[in-house]
């Protein structure tokens, strides 16, 4: 097992590097002078875009700058005259923080988003699922596969005004949604966030149902259910601990992924309900060309997506006997 999570350690620091790369030259390997003037914003003099040019270090070669920028993320970097402790992202052109500590000031309100939708989808899509292949072409069956339609045709964007229309402003049922630290108050935490939840939640059960009801459905029929079946167990350990089993790899790995996509600002949720999390971090950016903070926002979600690769791996190996770990 060891020398499998380093082997997938090892890929995926190459792999961050690679993208860390592509993601620089995309961001940077234009004109020096030209990212000096986002950076000084209106205020910018030709002698006030020089300096920034030569504080940047953009009158050296991309290649140079792009080792300098790696050189800061492990062992921190001067910028200007202005310190930038590893692992230094850069400095904001919009508010001239430290683009790590921007990015880590949103993040919280990303993962609470994240880790609740990702709690009620797994619970009520796998059950559904679950569910809905136990009751193959019965009425359960149906009724949840018609769910598992409908909930997938609906968008988030549509959603969102439909129940804060509902439960907000017309009932008062709940608050507006926002973020309070869970460590501050886990009530207010989770009413503060239960309709971003529940609309996340509603888009992906529908796909998930779906998914389970396939893979159960395939692993009922496989040759070593019926031997198991056959040698008297009951349907509980038939279904739950042998077929669920088999029919967790590709619920794992679509789940890795979208764990990542969630941790890595779910752009439209967020700006749907007004949370200030990492996706509204990086549509901000986009409108105000903050290169670094874009950047930062860019590594980010490939962290995200490259550990969620990594942990997907270490499930299957888990639940797989038949994987190699060696």
């Not at 389970?212 to 056959?230: C, F, H, K, P, Q």
Request: proline letters at 5%; glycine letters at 8%.
């Amino acid at each position: 097992m060891l020398a499998f999570l380093a082997r997938r350690v090892l890929g995926a620091v190459v792999i961050l590097l690679i993208i860390s790369a592509i993601t620089f030259l995309l961001f940077f390997a234009v004109p020096g002078n030209e990212v000096a003037a986002l950076s000084c914003g209106k205020s910018c003099t030709p002698v006030l875009v020089e300096q920034i040019r030569r504080d940047l270090g953009l009158d050296q070669p991309v290649w140079q700058q792009y080792l300098v920028f790696i050189g800061g993320i492990f062992a921190g970097r001067v910028i200007g005259d202005k310190p930038c402790d590893a692992p230094c992202l850069g400095y904001s052109f919009v508010n001239k923080e430290p683009v790590l500590d921007t990015v880590l000031d949103r993040l919280p309100v990303t993962i609470s988003l994240a880790i609740g939708a990702v709690v009620l989808f797994l619970i009520f899509g796998v059950g559904l699922g679950m569910l809905a292949a136990l009751r193959k072409g019965k009425l359960a069956d149906k009724i949840s596969m018609i769910f598992a339609l409908l909930g997938g045709s609906m968008q988030i964007y549509v959603m969102a005004p439909f129940f804060l229309y509902i439960f907000v402003y017309s009932s008062d049922l709940l608050p507006r949604p926002t973020y309070t630290s869970f460590f501050d108050s886990p009530a207010q935490w989770v009413t503060g966030l239960i309709l971003p939840w529940t609309c996340l939640a509603i888009i992906h059960t529908a796909y998930y149902a779906r998914l389970t009801r396939s893979s159960m459905v395939d692993v009922l029929n496989e040759d070593y259910i019926r031997t198991v079946r056959a040698k008297g167990l009951s349907t509980r350990e038939v279904y739950v601990k042998h077929a669920f089993r088999g029919a967790m790899s590709p619920i794992a790995t679509i789940l890795g992924l979208d764990i990542a996509v969630l941790f890595a600002g779910a752009i439209i949720t967020e700006t749907s309900f007004g949370l200030i999390g990492v996706g509204q971090l990086a549509v901000n950016s986009v409108f105000a060309s903050d290169l670094p903070m874009m950047m930062g926002v860019v590594l980010l979600a490939a962290t995200a997506v490259v550990v969620a690769n990594i942990v997907v791996d270490i499930v299957y190996a888990v639940i797989d006997p038949r994987i190699k770990v060696a």
